[in-house]
Antibody, heavy 125, light 106 residues
């Protein structure tokens, strides 16, 4: 059974960098698939932040691209998110998830099948 | 525009049929996916590739597509189906979520 678990600080100061890690168990992240980050501000909807292929290639939400980085640590079977220059608007529950993502002749496949439980990160001084 | 639009809320009585729509230009080119999110929990995939149901999802959940609109249908709604539902689409470079629909079971 594939399981994902987010970890990191629950409180970050404005203008600082948010760093989160997602530990994956039950599957080797280097085998296949993409691995993504999604956030959800309190009382609001889901927002895709970005994803990384098992090979290391990345794609990001255009609205966050200038502040986001995602990386893979093969030795620990985990992947990480950094979000720079945070403000109160970045306060959210952050989810990591496994993403099935590939192109076909007809329509691309692109969805999340396994999710972590989520981690609330508050940006406040 | 690359946006997905959902109604904020839908209400149905137990046993009735709930239909939740999702509209956007992207849906004429790409597949749609649906997630159920109960309060305080992570989203769960209930429909993938427009109309396929993952293992373990009840048969009362179904999906359909027509042009730039996709629809999640829940037949014989049960109290446990009360949740937020999100549509999602995208390609290999961009992933997009709808704003979500709160399903209330009266």
């Amino acid at each position: 059974q594939v399981q994902l678990q987010e970890s990191g600080p629950g409180l970050v100061k404005p203008s600082e960098t948010l760093s989160l890690t997602c530990a994956v168990s039950g599957y080797s992240i280097t085998n296949s698939y993409s691995w993504g980050w999604i956030r959800q501000p309190p009382g609001k909807g889901l927002e895709w932040i970005g994803s990384i292929y098992h090979t290391g290639g990345t794609s990001f939400n255009p609205s966050l691209k200038s502040r986001v980085a995602i990386s893979i640590d093969m030795s620990k079977n985990q992947f990480s998110l950094t979000l720079t220059s945070v403000t109160a608007a970045d306060t959210a529950v952050f989810y990591c998830a496994r993403q099935l993502r590939w192109t076909t002749v007809f329509k691309d496949v692109c969805y999340f099948d396994y999710w972590g439980q989520g981690l609330l990160v508050t940006v406040s001084s | 525009s690359y946006e997905l639009t959902q109604p904020p809320s839908v209400s149905v009585s137990p046993g009735q049929t709930a239909k939740i729509t999702c509209s956007g230009d992207a849906l004429s080119k790409q597949n749609a996916y649906w997630y159920q999110q109960r309060p305080g929990q992570a989203p769960i995939l209930v429909i993938y590739q427009d109309n396929k149901r993952p293992s373990g999802i009840p048969e009362r959940f179904s999906g359909s597509s027509s042009g730039t609109t996709v629809t999640l249908t829940i037949s014989g709604v049960q109290a446990e189906d009360e949740a937020d539902y999100y549509c999602q689409s995208g390609d290999i470079t961009v992933t997009l979520f709808g704003g979500g629909t709160k399903l209330t079971v009266l």
